[in-house]
């Protein structure tokens, strides 16, 4: 079993994924502010580093002696990247190359870089998107996430770092914060459970791939014990929903409709993306995913207890 880092353990993703790594029996730190402190996984077998990601020092006392590290940590969103794209550059990008210039230093094994798989392929003819279509980002946050791709790529070649990213798709499910204003499946069910309107972006026709936290975790979790043979993965569902069709598979499982306020599309967002995933099922296997039904109605549940 491994020395694993999770960098941003206590967000939505890094938190579901340092539980499934301690479950598995591996070694794991969890890495971040905890600023509310609480702690948003529940294993007590996981080790806290409290720390700043933008303080080097914090960062590099926490990869000493650690095989793999997972880069889970962004200071941005799409939205606020849009808004001030030289905060996402001055301290996302620099920091996660900091990142790992430390982790060549420490001598880690292997980092999985948690990436885009829809703002880094950006607006593009094609539908659907494979791991050797060219990125073409026009958001600050899919240009952020490929130039870090691309300093994975600087560190492999010139220090043999291992490292790969992974294009993750729109992940939802239980303990994803609408305070983060990211997701609309979790923006969308908060909404109906505050009785407020639902916020529709566009004509609903916006295409997506979205993938339960979990179903996320476990494609991960399978990547650990077996090195990686690229450097970069879709980490997708592999099909496609619509805004229209998320509303609708919604009001299926919360049993009554939604008032719907619409606002205009963002000239940087991208109208279809689905991720093809063939690469990852071919080397690992294929997956038994929840519906997207399903999902919506494990994370509604969730939500209404708390």
């Keep these: 079993m491994a020395r694993c880092l999770v960098i941003g353990a206590n967000g939505f993703l890094g938190a579901r994924l340092s539980d499934a790594l301690a479950e598995a029996g591996h070694d794991v730190t969890g890495f971040d502010r905890y600023s509310r402190g609480s702690r948003a996984f529940s294993s007590p077998d996981i080790r806290i580093a409290a720390g700043d990601f933008l303080n080097t020092a914090d960062l590099a006392a926490a990869v000493e002696g650690q095989q793999y590290v997972f880069h889970f940590l962004s200071t941005t969103t799409p939205a606020t990247a849009d808004s001030e794209p030289t905060v996402d550059v001055r301290t996302n990008v620099s920091q996660s190359i900091e990142l ?38 026009v958001s600050p946050y899919g240009i952020g996430k490929l130039t870090v791709e691309r300093y ?72 650990v014990d077996t090195r990686p ?29 939604f008032d719907v306020a619409v606002v205009p599309k963002p000239a940087t967002f991208v109208d279809h993306v689905v991720l093809d995933v063939s690469r990852f099922r071919r080397e690992y296997g294929a997956d038994d995913d929840r519906t997207l039904t399903e999902g919506i109605a494990h994370t509604w549940t969730e939500m209404a207890t708390r």
């Design 229 to 257: 043979r690229y450097r970069a993965y879709n980490l997708g569902s592999g099909h496609g929903h619509s805004v229209a069709e998320v509303f609708a598979a919604i009001r299926s499982v919360v049993g009554r409709d």
């Design 152 to 223: 994975l790529d600087y560190y492999a070649t010139t220090a043999g770092l291992d490292a790969v990213a992974l294009r993750i798709s729109n992940p939802y499910g239980p303990h994803a914060s609408p305070a983060k204003r990211q997701g609309i499946i979790p923006l969308t069910l908060d909404r109906i459970r505050r009785g407020e309107s639902v916020i529709q972006v566009g004509d609903g026709s916006m295409v997506r791939d979205y993938i339960h936290v979990d179903d996320l975790v476990a494609r991960i979790l399978r990547m």
């Design 100 to 137: 790992l210039s430390l982790c060549v230093t420490a001598g880690v094994q292997r980092v999985f870089y948690a990436s885009s798989g829809g703002a880094i392929y950006g607006p593009q003819r094609r539908r659907v998107f494979d791991e050797n279509t060219a990125p073409a980002p």
